[in-house]
């Protein structure tokens, strides 16, 4: 049934413990009973969902079952060494501090990323920090495209649109990045006998905000069913140190800072959450709209915009594609 006034956030609200204790369960029996495994890898960043997997995994199998990862590059912010250093400590796990820079540039990561910078920006150095940014979904009806924003050593920002080999190249660069913690990962869960985590919550997992085979690719996703809203009620539960409470939803993945709202959703989590929630059950966009102070016409740009990516998303969530055996008939 659509869902009607009275629509809040409060549509979200979860029974923190029960939450906790199905995923618990569900992560102990998927590993004893079927896939057969001693414990598990948890890439842990500093941000809210990778420490809450941990902390549920933490609780569901005892910290000598969980492998924390800290694989930093030279772009990550100094909060995520410090906050994936504390969420690894007060879990108590084994962890392993793993600087991905020498891998990226051999794979020429940066290299790559920065011919992209300079073929928009020429006089864009290696020194200089950047950032691509998306506009805002509900400014108005235009076609949104990516831009640029970089800030030379003495401060001074440029900002130029992208056109679309140019965004190609940077993406598929700093894809990089995702694919090769993914393989430390499972290089660390084959050592051990381990499965690998996946850290995205719902929001994330419906609209593509992973790299396909990447920090897209899992044993489990303990939280994909979650809205971040929810993965935070979680966190709250399961003692979260307040630091990783407090640090906004970040990609950190370019040297400038970047909010997941500027990069790819263009609203806050929370916002976005209910827009989801709401285009999942028919909710009029007039009453989202008021529940959060936006136009009819707002939300409905945020329902198309929730429509477009899910159909992005097709090809990340897709595996490998094959005939069918009856298939091997037609060459015969």
């Known amino acids: 049934m659509p869902v009607t006034l009275p629509f809040s956030k409060q549509v979200l609200h979860i029974d923190a413990a029960r939450v906790a204790d199905g995923i618990g369960a569900w992560i102990k029996a998927t590993l004893h009973d079927d896939i057969k495994r001693k414990g598990v890898v948890v890439a842990l960043s500093g941000g809210i969902d990778s420490s809450v997997v941990g902390s549920l995994c933490v609780r569901a199998l005892g910290k000598e079952h969980v492998f924390g990862l800290l694989m930093p590059e030279q772009d990550s912010s100094r909060e995520t060494h410090d906050l994936s250093r504390l969420i690894a400590t007060s879990l108590g796990v084994e962890f392993l501090h793993e600087d991905i820079t020498p891998i990226l540039d051999a794979f020429g990561c940066y290299r790559r990323r920065d011919e992209a910078l300079r073929s928009v920006i020429p006089q864009y150095r290696s020194d200089w920090k950047h950032k691509i940014v998306l506009p805002s979904v509900t400014a108005s009806d235009i076609y949104r495209v990516y831009s640029v924003v970089v800030q030379a050593p003495d401060g001074e920002e440029m900002k130029r649109r992208l056109p679309p080999e140019a965004y190609l190249q940077i993406v598929a660069s700093t894809n990089f990045k995702q694919r090769t913690?993914?393989?430390?990962?499972?290089?660390?869960?084959?050592?051990?006998?381990?499965?690998?985590?996946?850290?995205?919550?719902?929001?994330?997992?419906?609209?593509?905000?992973?790299?396909?085979?990447?920090?897209?690719?899992?044993?489990?996703?303990?939280?994909?069913?979650?809205?971040?809203?929810?993965?935070?009620?979680?966190?709250?539960?399961?003692?979260?140190?307040?630091?990783?409470?407090?640090?906004?939803?970040?990609?950190?993945?370019?040297?400038?800072?970047?909010?997941?709202?500027?990069?790819?959703?263009?609203?806050?989590?929370?916002?976005?959450?209910?827009?989801?929630?709401?285009?999942?059950?028919?909710?009029?966009?007039?009453?989202?709209?008021?529940?959060?102070?936006?136009?009819?016409?707002?939300?409905?740009?945020?329902?198309?915009?929730?429509?477009?990516?899910?159909?992005?998303?097709?090809?990340?969530?897709h595996g490998a594609q094959t005939l069918p055996p009856a298939a091997s008939q037609l060459s015969q």
């Open 181 to 317: 913690r993914k393989t430390l990962e499972y290089y660390h869960a084959d050592r051990l006998n381990y499965v690998v985590t996946g850290t995205p919550n719902l929001l994330e997992y419906d609209q593509g905000f992973f790299v396909k085979l990447g920090d897209g690719a899992a044993d489990i996703k303990p939280i994909a069913h979650l809205y971040k809203s929810q993965v935070y009620q979680l966190a709250v539960y399961l003692g979260v140190p307040a630091e990783i409470q407090r640090r906004p939803p970040t990609t950190d993945t370019y040297s400038l800072p970047q909010s997941q709202e500027e990069f790819y959703f263009s609203l806050p989590y929370d916002q976005m959450d209910l827009c989801l929630y709401a285009r999942n059950h028919d909710v009029p966009a007039e009453v989202v709209g008021a529940a959060l102070g936006l136009s009819a016409a707002q939300i409905e740009r945020v329902f198309r915009d929730i429509d477009s990516k899910r159909r992005v998303a097709r090809y990340l969530h």
